[in-house]
Protein backbone atom coordinates (compact mmCIF):
# COMPACT_ATOMS: atom_id res chain seq x y z
CA UNK A 1 0.00 0.00 0.00
CA UNK A 2 1.52 3.02 -0.84
CA UNK A 3 -0.05 5.37 2.33
CA UNK A 4 -3.75 5.59 0.67
CA UNK A 5 -7.16 4.79 2.63
CA UNK A 6 -8.25 1.34 1.92
CA UNK A 7 -10.45 0.87 -0.45
CA UNK A 8 -12.58 -0.90 1.79
CA UNK A 9 -12.28 2.18 3.81
CA UNK A 10 -13.56 4.51 0.93
CA UNK A 11 -15.99 1.43 0.03
CA UNK A 12 -17.87 1.98 3.39
CA UNK A 13 -17.95 6.05 3.11
CA UNK A 14 -19.45 5.66 -0.40
CA UNK A 15 -22.07 3.42 0.26
CA UNK A 16 -23.45 5.03 2.95
CA UNK A 17 -23.81 8.04 0.15
CA UNK A 18 -24.74 5.86 -2.69
CA UNK A 19 -25.93 2.89 -2.28
CA UNK A 20 -29.27 1.72 -1.32
CA UNK A 21 -29.40 -2.38 -1.53
CA UNK A 22 -33.07 -2.86 -3.52
CA UNK A 23 -36.13 -3.55 -1.08
CA UNK A 24 -36.13 -7.43 -2.46
CA UNK A 25 -32.95 -7.87 -1.71
CA UNK A 26 -31.97 -9.18 -5.21
CA UNK A 27 -28.38 -8.84 -6.31
CA UNK A 28 -27.27 -5.03 -6.77
CA UNK A 29 -24.60 -4.06 -9.16
CA UNK A 30 -26.86 -1.89 -11.23
CA UNK A 31 -24.71 -0.11 -14.15
CA UNK A 32 -23.12 2.82 -13.67
CA UNK A 33 -22.83 6.11 -16.13
CA UNK A 34 -19.55 6.31 -18.35
CA UNK A 35 -16.58 8.66 -17.03
CA UNK A 36 -17.01 10.72 -20.51
CA UNK A 37 -13.75 12.40 -20.26
CA UNK A 38 -10.51 9.31 -19.76
CA UNK A 39 -8.18 10.10 -17.02
CA UNK A 40 -4.56 9.03 -17.65
CA UNK A 41 -2.08 8.64 -15.28
CA UNK A 42 1.43 8.24 -16.41
CA UNK A 43 4.37 6.76 -13.77
CA UNK A 44 7.90 7.71 -13.84
CA UNK A 45 9.54 5.00 -15.84
CA UNK A 46 11.95 2.27 -14.77
CA UNK A 47 13.71 1.53 -17.84
CA UNK A 48 14.82 -2.10 -17.17
CA UNK A 49 11.22 -3.08 -16.77
CA UNK A 50 8.10 -3.18 -20.03
CA UNK A 51 5.48 -0.71 -19.70
CA UNK A 52 2.36 -2.01 -19.23
CA UNK A 53 -0.95 -0.01 -18.98
CA UNK A 54 -4.05 -0.58 -17.86
CA UNK A 55 -7.28 0.56 -19.77
CA UNK A 56 -10.42 0.20 -16.79
CA UNK A 57 -13.98 -0.06 -17.87
CA UNK A 58 -15.42 -1.13 -14.87
CA UNK A 59 -17.10 -4.38 -14.25
CA UNK A 60 -17.27 -6.17 -11.06
CA UNK A 61 -13.60 -5.86 -10.24
CA UNK A 62 -14.08 -2.32 -9.54
CA UNK A 63 -17.03 -3.13 -7.24
CA UNK A 64 -17.78 -1.82 -4.30
CA UNK A 65 -19.21 -4.50 -2.00
CA UNK A 66 -22.36 -3.99 0.65
CA UNK A 67 -20.23 -5.70 3.63
CA UNK A 68 -16.75 -7.27 3.11
CA UNK A 69 -19.06 -10.56 2.98
CA UNK A 70 -21.50 -9.33 0.39
CA UNK A 71 -19.93 -11.25 -2.46
CA UNK A 72 -23.29 -10.54 -4.76
CA UNK A 73 -24.86 -7.16 -3.30
CA UNK A 74 -22.03 -4.46 -4.81
CA UNK A 75 -22.35 -1.46 -7.20
CA UNK A 76 -19.92 -2.82 -10.26
CA UNK A 77 -17.83 -0.10 -12.04
CA UNK A 78 -17.78 1.97 -9.04
CA UNK A 79 -13.89 2.25 -7.82
CA UNK A 80 -11.17 3.76 -9.96
CA UNK A 81 -8.25 1.61 -11.70
CA UNK A 82 -5.30 3.98 -10.36
CA UNK A 83 -6.50 3.59 -6.62
CA UNK A 84 -7.24 -0.03 -7.29
CA UNK A 85 -3.13 -0.48 -8.45
CA UNK A 86 -2.26 1.68 -5.51
CA UNK A 87 -3.51 -1.65 -3.20
CA UNK A 88 -1.58 -4.30 -5.69
CA UNK A 89 1.54 -5.09 -3.59
CA UNK A 90 4.75 -5.76 -5.50
CA UNK A 91 3.56 -4.49 -9.10
CA UNK A 92 7.25 -1.88 -9.56
CA UNK A 93 9.25 -5.68 -9.15
CA UNK A 94 6.60 -6.37 -12.84
CA UNK A 95 6.27 -3.03 -15.00
CA UNK A 96 6.00 0.16 -14.94
CA UNK A 97 2.27 0.34 -14.66
CA UNK A 98 0.16 3.04 -16.28
CA UNK A 99 -3.64 3.87 -16.44
CA UNK A 100 -5.89 4.95 -18.26
CA UNK A 101 -9.57 5.50 -16.55
CA UNK A 102 -11.87 4.66 -20.32
CA UNK A 103 -14.87 4.21 -18.03
CA UNK A 104 -16.74 2.96 -15.67
CA UNK A 105 -19.83 0.70 -15.85
CA UNK A 106 -20.55 -2.97 -16.02
CA UNK A 107 -19.64 -4.32 -19.42
CA UNK A 108 -22.81 -4.70 -20.34
CA UNK A 109 -23.54 -1.30 -20.59
CA UNK A 110 -21.21 -0.44 -23.82
CA UNK A 111 -22.60 0.32 -26.80
CA UNK A 112 -20.92 -0.81 -30.04
CA UNK A 113 -19.51 2.68 -30.51
CA UNK A 114 -18.11 2.65 -26.90
CA UNK A 115 -16.25 -0.30 -28.14
CA UNK A 116 -14.90 1.13 -31.51
CA UNK A 117 -13.24 4.22 -29.09
CA UNK A 118 -11.49 1.42 -26.35
CA UNK A 119 -10.03 -0.46 -29.63
CA UNK A 120 -8.71 2.96 -30.44
CA UNK A 121 -7.54 3.76 -27.26
CA UNK A 122 -5.71 0.23 -27.38
CA UNK A 123 -4.03 0.88 -30.02
CA UNK A 124 -3.25 4.33 -28.98
CA UNK A 125 -1.25 3.25 -25.72
CA UNK A 126 0.67 0.16 -27.08
CA UNK A 127 2.35 2.90 -29.29
CA UNK A 128 3.91 3.46 -25.78
CA UNK A 129 3.54 0.59 -24.12
CA UNK A 130 5.06 -2.56 -24.13
CA UNK A 131 1.73 -4.29 -23.22
CA UNK A 132 -2.09 -3.50 -22.53
CA UNK A 133 -4.26 -4.97 -19.87
CA UNK A 134 -8.13 -4.28 -20.37
CA UNK A 135 -10.46 -4.99 -17.43
CA UNK A 136 -13.83 -5.01 -17.92
CA UNK A 137 -16.96 -6.99 -16.04
CA UNK A 138 -17.14 -10.66 -17.19
CA UNK A 139 -20.64 -10.18 -18.55
CA UNK A 140 -19.52 -9.31 -21.60
CA UNK A 141 -15.85 -9.90 -21.55
CA UNK A 142 -15.79 -12.24 -24.42
CA UNK A 143 -17.30 -9.99 -26.63
CA UNK A 144 -15.52 -6.96 -25.56
CA UNK A 145 -12.31 -8.97 -25.68
CA UNK A 146 -12.99 -10.39 -29.26
CA UNK A 147 -14.17 -6.87 -30.32
CA UNK A 148 -10.72 -5.93 -29.59
CA UNK A 149 -9.32 -9.20 -30.88
CA UNK A 150 -10.69 -8.29 -34.30
CA UNK A 151 -9.75 -4.89 -34.58
CA UNK A 152 -7.14 -4.12 -32.51
CA UNK A 153 -3.92 -3.74 -35.30
CA UNK A 154 -1.13 -3.96 -32.72
CA UNK A 155 0.60 -7.22 -32.36
CA UNK A 156 1.52 -6.43 -29.07
CA UNK A 157 -0.20 -8.68 -25.71
CA UNK A 158 -3.21 -7.32 -25.22
CA UNK A 159 -4.75 -9.35 -21.82
CA UNK A 160 -8.38 -8.90 -20.82
CA UNK A 161 -9.51 -9.50 -17.37
CA UNK A 162 -11.81 -9.03 -14.76
CA UNK A 163 -13.31 -10.58 -11.96
CA UNK A 164 -16.47 -12.57 -10.37
CA UNK A 165 -16.13 -11.05 -6.77
CA UNK A 166 -15.86 -7.08 -6.06
CA UNK A 167 -12.62 -5.56 -4.87
CA UNK A 168 -13.93 -5.22 -1.34
CA UNK A 169 -14.96 -8.84 -0.05
CA UNK A 170 -13.02 -10.96 1.30
CA UNK A 171 -11.72 -13.86 -1.08
CA UNK A 172 -11.91 -11.32 -3.78
CA UNK A 173 -10.52 -12.73 -6.73
CA UNK A 174 -10.31 -8.90 -8.39
CA UNK A 175 -6.38 -8.10 -6.85
CA UNK A 176 -4.82 -11.12 -7.66
CA UNK A 177 -6.49 -11.36 -11.11
CA UNK A 178 -5.14 -7.60 -11.82
CA UNK A 179 -1.81 -8.28 -10.69
CA UNK A 180 -2.15 -11.81 -12.78
CA UNK A 181 -3.05 -9.98 -16.45
CA UNK A 182 -0.96 -7.06 -15.42
CA UNK A 183 2.43 -9.67 -15.55
CA UNK A 184 1.15 -11.52 -18.44
CA UNK A 185 1.22 -8.47 -20.26
CA UNK A 186 4.41 -7.80 -19.35
CA UNK A 187 5.76 -11.45 -20.15
CA UNK A 188 5.72 -10.84 -23.62
CA UNK A 189 4.63 -14.03 -23.98
CA UNK A 190 1.30 -13.18 -25.96
CA UNK A 191 2.66 -11.38 -28.51
CA UNK A 192 0.84 -12.36 -31.91
CA UNK A 193 -1.48 -14.14 -30.05
CA UNK A 194 -4.24 -11.40 -30.60
CA UNK A 195 -6.39 -10.69 -27.51
CA UNK A 196 -6.33 -12.73 -24.49
CA UNK A 197 -7.99 -13.63 -21.44
CA UNK A 198 -6.68 -13.70 -18.44
CA UNK A 199 -8.66 -14.96 -14.91
CA UNK A 200 -8.62 -17.27 -12.03
CA UNK A 201 -4.84 -17.97 -13.15
CA UNK A 202 -5.90 -19.29 -16.56
CA UNK A 203 -4.79 -17.33 -20.10
CA UNK A 204 -7.31 -18.27 -23.05
CA UNK A 205 -7.77 -16.78 -26.61
CA UNK A 206 -10.57 -14.58 -26.32
CA UNK A 207 -12.06 -15.58 -29.94
CA UNK A 208 -12.40 -19.60 -27.84
CA UNK A 209 -13.39 -18.62 -24.35
CA UNK A 210 -17.08 -18.82 -22.66
CA UNK A 211 -18.36 -17.31 -19.79
CA UNK A 212 -19.75 -20.79 -18.71
CA UNK A 213 -21.24 -19.90 -14.74
CA UNK A 214 -23.04 -16.85 -13.44
CA UNK A 215 -21.04 -16.58 -10.19
CA UNK A 216 -17.95 -19.60 -10.10
CA UNK A 217 -14.52 -18.04 -9.95
CA UNK A 218 -13.71 -20.31 -13.18
CA UNK A 219 -16.85 -19.56 -15.45
CA UNK A 220 -14.25 -18.74 -18.50
CA UNK A 221 -14.02 -21.94 -20.34
CA UNK A 222 -12.51 -22.72 -23.67
CA UNK A 223 -14.52 -25.69 -24.95
CA UNK A 224 -12.71 -28.43 -27.02
CA UNK A 225 -9.76 -26.55 -27.32
CA UNK A 226 -8.52 -25.68 -23.74
CA UNK A 227 -6.21 -23.16 -21.96
CA UNK A 228 -3.44 -21.52 -23.43
CA UNK A 229 -1.43 -21.67 -20.03
CA UNK A 230 -1.34 -20.26 -16.22
CA UNK A 231 0.19 -17.82 -14.24
CA UNK A 232 1.83 -19.31 -11.42
CA UNK A 233 3.59 -16.40 -9.57
CA UNK A 234 5.57 -14.44 -12.06
CA UNK A 235 5.67 -17.61 -14.02
CA UNK A 236 3.81 -17.38 -17.18
CA UNK A 237 3.46 -20.52 -18.74
CA UNK A 238 2.60 -20.82 -22.40
CA UNK A 239 1.79 -24.56 -23.31
CA UNK A 240 0.18 -23.69 -27.22
CA UNK A 241 -0.35 -21.42 -29.42
CA UNK A 242 -3.74 -19.89 -31.19
CA UNK A 243 -4.31 -20.67 -34.73
CA UNK A 244 -3.89 -16.52 -34.82
CA UNK A 245 -0.46 -16.76 -33.42
CA UNK A 246 0.11 -19.88 -35.57
CA UNK A 247 -0.41 -17.94 -38.68
CA UNK A 248 2.54 -15.70 -38.67
CA UNK A 249 4.60 -18.81 -39.64
CA UNK A 250 2.53 -19.10 -43.02
CA UNK A 251 4.72 -17.53 -45.29
CA UNK A 252 4.80 -19.97 -47.89
CA UNK A 253 8.81 -20.51 -48.40
CA UNK A 254 9.62 -16.94 -47.16
CA UNK A 255 11.20 -16.17 -44.13
CA UNK A 256 9.60 -14.77 -41.21
CA UNK A 257 10.10 -10.90 -41.23
CA UNK A 258 7.78 -8.40 -39.62
CA UNK A 259 6.27 -7.68 -42.66
CA UNK A 260 5.18 -10.86 -43.87
CA UNK A 261 4.33 -11.92 -40.24
CA UNK A 262 1.85 -8.57 -39.84
CA UNK A 263 0.41 -9.35 -43.35
CA UNK A 264 -0.33 -12.64 -42.08
CA UNK A 265 -1.62 -11.26 -38.62
CA UNK A 266 -3.57 -8.43 -39.29
CA UNK A 267 -7.38 -8.55 -39.59
CA UNK A 268 -8.64 -6.44 -42.78
CA UNK A 269 -11.03 -5.34 -39.71
CA UNK A 270 -8.76 -1.45 -39.40
CA UNK A 271 -11.36 0.97 -37.26
CA UNK A 272 -9.16 4.08 -38.17
CA UNK A 273 -10.70 3.78 -42.00
CA UNK A 274 -14.43 3.72 -41.19
CA UNK A 275 -16.57 5.95 -39.03
CA UNK A 276 -18.42 4.39 -35.71
CA UNK A 277 -21.65 5.01 -37.70
CA UNK A 278 -21.03 3.11 -39.97
CA UNK A 279 -21.13 -0.51 -37.61
CA UNK A 280 -24.11 -2.06 -38.59
CA UNK A 281 -26.75 -3.70 -36.44
CA UNK A 282 -26.53 -7.43 -36.41
CA UNK A 283 -29.34 -9.33 -34.18
CA UNK A 284 -29.01 -13.13 -32.55
CA UNK A 285 -31.99 -15.75 -33.41
CA UNK A 286 -32.03 -18.18 -30.79
CA UNK A 287 -33.54 -21.25 -31.77
CA UNK A 288 -36.07 -24.11 -29.92
CA UNK A 289 -38.21 -26.39 -30.64
CA UNK A 290 -40.74 -25.00 -32.91
CA UNK A 291 -39.37 -20.99 -33.12
CA UNK A 292 -41.55 -18.36 -34.62
CA UNK A 293 -40.14 -16.26 -37.46
CA UNK A 294 -41.17 -12.86 -36.20
CA UNK A 295 -37.98 -12.25 -34.51
CA UNK A 296 -36.55 -12.27 -37.86
CA UNK A 297 -39.23 -10.49 -39.91
CA UNK A 298 -39.40 -7.81 -37.38
CA UNK A 299 -35.47 -7.34 -37.44
CA UNK A 300 -35.75 -7.52 -41.06
CA UNK A 301 -38.36 -4.65 -41.48
CA UNK A 302 -36.54 -2.30 -38.47
CA UNK A 303 -33.18 -2.24 -40.85
CA UNK A 304 -31.35 -5.03 -39.15
CA UNK A 305 -28.29 -5.94 -41.83
CA UNK A 306 -27.29 -9.09 -40.46
CA UNK A 307 -28.81 -11.95 -38.03
CA UNK A 308 -26.60 -14.71 -36.36
CA UNK A 309 -28.84 -17.90 -35.94
CA UNK A 310 -27.56 -20.13 -32.58
CA UNK A 311 -29.05 -23.14 -34.42
CA UNK A 312 -29.80 -26.34 -32.74
CA UNK A 313 -27.27 -29.52 -33.04
CA UNK A 314 -25.30 -28.42 -36.32
CA UNK A 315 -27.13 -25.28 -36.97
CA UNK A 316 -30.50 -26.25 -37.80
CA UNK A 317 -33.59 -23.61 -37.34
CA UNK A 318 -37.28 -24.87 -37.32
CA UNK A 319 -39.00 -24.26 -40.35
CA UNK A 320 -40.80 -20.95 -39.69
CA UNK A 321 -37.34 -19.51 -39.03
CA UNK A 322 -36.09 -20.96 -41.82
CA UNK A 323 -38.74 -19.24 -44.34
CA UNK A 324 -38.55 -16.20 -42.37
CA UNK A 325 -34.22 -16.42 -42.91
CA UNK A 326 -35.73 -16.53 -46.95
CA UNK A 327 -37.90 -13.54 -46.88
CA UNK A 328 -35.10 -11.83 -44.60
CA UNK A 329 -32.36 -12.73 -47.35
CA UNK A 330 -34.80 -11.79 -50.22
CA UNK A 331 -34.53 -8.48 -48.45
CA UNK A 332 -30.60 -8.67 -48.27
CA UNK A 333 -30.11 -9.45 -44.74
CA UNK A 334 -26.80 -11.84 -44.24
CA UNK A 335 -26.78 -14.61 -41.74
CA UNK A 336 -24.31 -16.50 -40.20
CA UNK A 337 -25.42 -20.07 -38.31
CA UNK A 338 -23.51 -20.97 -35.46
CA UNK A 339 -24.95 -23.88 -32.79
CA UNK A 340 -26.45 -23.52 -29.31
CA UNK A 341 -25.19 -26.34 -28.01
CA UNK A 342 -21.61 -24.30 -26.65
CA UNK A 343 -19.31 -26.27 -28.74
CA UNK A 344 -18.45 -27.89 -31.73
CA UNK A 345 -18.87 -26.43 -35.44
CA UNK A 346 -21.38 -25.41 -38.22
CA UNK A 347 -19.88 -25.91 -41.85
CA UNK A 348 -22.05 -25.60 -44.89
CA UNK A 349 -24.56 -22.75 -46.08
CA UNK A 350 -24.72 -20.98 -49.28
CA UNK A 351 -25.18 -17.88 -50.77
CA UNK A 352 -26.42 -14.67 -47.81
CA UNK A 353 -26.01 -17.73 -45.42
CA UNK A 354 -22.45 -18.25 -43.71
CA UNK A 355 -21.17 -20.96 -41.20
CA UNK A 356 -20.06 -19.32 -38.61
CA UNK A 357 -17.58 -22.64 -37.98
CA UNK A 358 -16.41 -22.82 -34.40
CA UNK A 359 -17.64 -19.07 -33.14
CA UNK A 360 -20.01 -19.25 -30.97
CA UNK A 361 -23.57 -16.71 -31.39
CA UNK A 362 -21.93 -13.86 -29.69
CA UNK A 363 -18.38 -14.08 -31.01
CA UNK A 364 -20.25 -14.40 -34.78
CA UNK A 365 -22.29 -11.98 -34.53
CA UNK A 366 -19.49 -9.18 -33.94
CA UNK A 367 -16.93 -10.56 -36.81
CA UNK A 368 -20.43 -10.40 -39.03
CA UNK A 369 -20.60 -6.78 -37.83
CA UNK A 370 -17.09 -6.67 -38.66
CA UNK A 371 -17.43 -8.15 -42.50
CA UNK A 372 -20.45 -6.24 -43.30
CA UNK A 373 -19.18 -3.21 -42.30
CA UNK A 374 -15.74 -3.46 -44.37
CA UNK A 375 -17.32 -5.05 -47.36
CA UNK A 376 -19.82 -4.65 -49.73
CA UNK A 377 -22.13 -7.27 -51.32
CA UNK A 378 -22.53 -11.20 -50.40
CA UNK A 379 -19.36 -12.54 -52.24
CA UNK A 380 -16.60 -9.99 -50.04
CA UNK A 381 -19.11 -9.78 -46.98
CA UNK A 382 -18.98 -13.77 -46.90
CA UNK A 383 -15.00 -14.31 -48.15
CA UNK A 384 -14.08 -12.06 -45.14
CA UNK A 385 -16.50 -13.82 -42.60
CA UNK A 386 -15.38 -17.14 -43.93
CA UNK A 387 -11.53 -16.06 -43.30
CA UNK A 388 -11.84 -15.20 -39.99
CA UNK A 389 -14.98 -17.29 -38.71
CA UNK A 390 -12.51 -20.51 -39.78
CA UNK A 391 -9.12 -19.31 -38.94
CA UNK A 392 -6.85 -21.85 -38.43
CA UNK A 393 -3.52 -22.95 -39.35
CA UNK A 394 -1.17 -25.10 -41.66
CA UNK A 395 2.15 -24.56 -41.15
CA UNK A 396 4.03 -27.41 -42.69
CA UNK A 397 5.39 -25.09 -45.12
CA UNK A 398 7.50 -23.46 -42.33
CA UNK A 399 8.49 -27.05 -40.97
CA UNK A 400 10.97 -29.37 -42.59
CA UNK A 401 9.57 -31.24 -45.18
CA UNK A 402 9.04 -35.67 -43.73
CA UNK A 403 8.37 -36.37 -47.79
CA UNK A 404 10.16 -39.57 -48.40
CA UNK A 405 10.27 -38.93 -52.46
C1 LIG B 1 -20.31 -6.88 -15.45
O1 LIG B 1 -20.14 -7.67 -16.39
O2 LIG B 1 -20.04 -5.70 -15.54
C2 LIG B 1 -20.85 -7.37 -14.15
C3 LIG B 1 -20.42 -8.73 -13.82
C4 LIG B 1 -18.94 -8.90 -13.69
O3 LIG B 1 -18.13 -8.02 -13.84
O4 LIG B 1 -18.54 -10.05 -13.39
Redesign the pocket.
Known amino acids: MRGRVPLAVAAAVALMLVFLPGADGAPA?PPQAVQTVPKSVVRAADEALPTVTVVAT????A?LSDTPTSFQRYR??TLLMEDMLAEVPNLDEVANVNSLQFGN?????YTIAELYDLSLAVDNALKTSDGVVVT??????EEIGYFLDLTVQSPKPVVIT???RPWTVIGSDAQANLFNAIVTAASGKTAWFGTVLMLNDEIHAVRDVTKTSSYRMDTFQTPELGILGYVDDLKVRIMRMPARALRVFETRGSVVTTANALRNWRTPFDLTTIDKAELPRVEIFYNAQEAGGEAIDAWAAAGVEGIVTAGTGAGGISGAASQARNRAVQAGVMFASTTRTGSGSVYGGSGAVFPADSLNAQHARLLLMMALAFNDGVEEVRADFIEWASLQADITSALPSLRTS
Do not use: Q
Not at 105 to 109: L, V
Open positions: HGGTMGAGKGSGGTGTDTMGAM
